[in-house]
Every structure is written in C-alpha cells, then in structure tokens.
C-alpha cells in the first residue's frame, strides 16, 4: 500500500473501542470505520467530543469524508454515524443482512418508528462490494459469526475486522447475540487467516489480554493465527464446543440496551415522546 493511503485511528477508553480513519492520499476522500458517540449512561448524557477529535484529525490530514462505515450493529457502543453525516454529508454504509437484527430488536425496544429493512442507512454491504476511496477502492467481505452482518472491509495490506477476533492475547468474538453463530465465526476467521501474514488487522476493540497495560488495535494475520482461543484448537467443531461454553459464562455488555438502539436506526436517537423528550428503553428481564 505504501504511501496511497493514510490510517489515523483514535481509541475511545470509555467503550475500549478502536474507530479508524481511512484516506486515498492522492484526492484526500476518506472513510471512517465504527465512529463512536460519547455517552454516559449514568445520567443519558451524550457528546461529541470523541467524534470531534477524529474530523479535526481528518482535516489536519487534508481529507474529506465520504464513507461512514460500520462493520456491524455494536452492542458495546453508541455510533456517532448520524451526527457525521450531518456534518459532511457523508453516507453511511453496513452490512446488508443487518435487516435481520433489525427485525429481532423492533419488537424488544416498541420501535414503531423503526422499518426493519435497512433503509436508515444509505447502502447495505454484500460480498464483493467495493467503495471508490478515490483512485482506490475499499473491498468487502462478509465475515458473519458475532452477527450476521459482519463485515471485513480491505484496502491494500490493511483489514478492518470489526469484532471477529481480537488481539491474539485476548481472544475471539462472541457468538450469543442475535444471529451470532459459532461454526460461521471460525468459517469467517479461517478467511481472515487466508490473507498474507503481513497483512495488518486493525481491530475495533482491544480489552487488553491478561496483563498487559498497553493499548493496541493493530495485528498481523502471523500474529493472529497464534490467537489464544485457538491454541490447541484442531477443527472447526472444537472450536465451536469451546466457544459456545465460553459464551455461556459472558456478561451482556454494559450498554447493550442503548447502543442497540441507536445503532440499529444508523445512529438516530429513537423519535420524541409525547413529553417532546427522546427516551432509550431498557426492557426489564426482556433482553
């Protein structure tokens, strides 16, 4: 890839996650991958402050925004993509199976408001898309196992992974949200690992493997395929046994209910109640 494209990324310590910058550096277009909205759910706060640091960034870098991507709907976060393309006029872009989990949530959340048909966001993603980053384009993979609208997104030797596997001490993604699915998790893995070892891996999380204190969102597929939820792991039905017992003993993320909510909508807030007031629900014992 060497100097044709840039790759800025900023970590957001409040939800461990890794939002990415991504410019041709011949016409300055630019996307940006899983951008985060700051929010506090302690009193339903949300910011900008985040997002903000990341378009001065692509400003300083002499970019323009065209794309706002996510590899998939989180459930760790609240995507800032709304309030992006409101001030770029960028579009918005995910995965084209993300109608299904738009249909499993609509019902759990009473959004009436919500068409479960993916029309909140500007393009749905299928295999073999490709997005025009001016003189180069943006490949997409469909890599489903956390959901089934993950996305792998490649340019060059680099490839934005979502949540599929994290840093090699840490582990892999969890497959007990709606539509995850264990044995596609693997499937989707084995292709990352298909790529040249020195391709790089920028990851949207990094929890920090045991005892490590340094932050880090970047791999190699060498480094990847010594991930340690696959040490000792001969095929594909072990690693599914190990990953659906691992599953079990998991905690719902901490702002599953929210981020959901908004995510699923492309970064809209659920619309007024009668009171004029925007309200997040959190179903007792219903998620």
């Not at 939800?15 to 985060?36: L, M, N, Q, R």
Request: hydrophobic share 40%; net charge negative; aromatic share 8%.
């Amino acid at each position: 890839m060497g100097d044709a494209t840039k790759i800025l990324s900023h970590f957001h310590e409040p939800t461990s996650t890794a939002s990415h910058i991504v410019i041709d550096a011949a016409s300055g277009e630019a996307a940006i991958i899983d951008p985060v909205l700051d929010y506090e759910p302690a009193n339903g706060r949300t910011a900008t402050k985040f997002t903000d640091a990341m378009l001065g960034a692509l400003v300083e870098a002499g970019g323009h925004l065209r794309w706002i991507l996510e590899t998939h709907p989180h459930a760790d976060h609240l995507t800032s993509a709304q309030y992006l393309r409101g001030k770029t006029g960028a579009r918005v872009a995910i995965g084209a199976a993300v109608p299904d989990i738009q249909a499993f949530f609509k019902p759990k959340f009473l959004a009436t408001d919500l068409v479960a048909d993916g029309s909140d966001f500007d393009r749905l993603l299928n295999e073999g898309d490709r997005l025009d980053l001016g003189s180069q384009s943006l490949l997409v993979w469909r890599t489903p196992g956390h959901t089934r609208s993950c996305l792998t997104l490649l340019i060059g030797d680099a490839a934005f992974i979502g949540d599929t596997v994290f840093m090699p001490d840490y582990g892999t993604a969890r497959t007990d949200f709606p539509t995850g699915d264990a044995p596609s998790l693997y499937r989707s893995i084995q292709r990352i690992h298909s790529l040249p070892d020195t391709t790089r891996l920028f990851l949207c999380h990094d929890y920090r493997g045991p005892g490590r204190t340094e932050t880090k969102w970047v791999t190699s597929v060498a480094e990847s395929k010594r991930n340690v939820h696959l040490n000792g792991i001969a095929d594909e039905s072990s690693f599914v046994a190990f990953r659906q017992a691992k599953d079990k003993t998991l905690q719902p993320p901490r702002l599953l209910a929210a981020s959901v909510q908004v995510n699923i909508r492309a970064g809209k807030m659920p619309p007024p109640d009668a009171d004029g007031r925007v309200y997040l629900r959190i179903p007792v014992n219903g998620l």
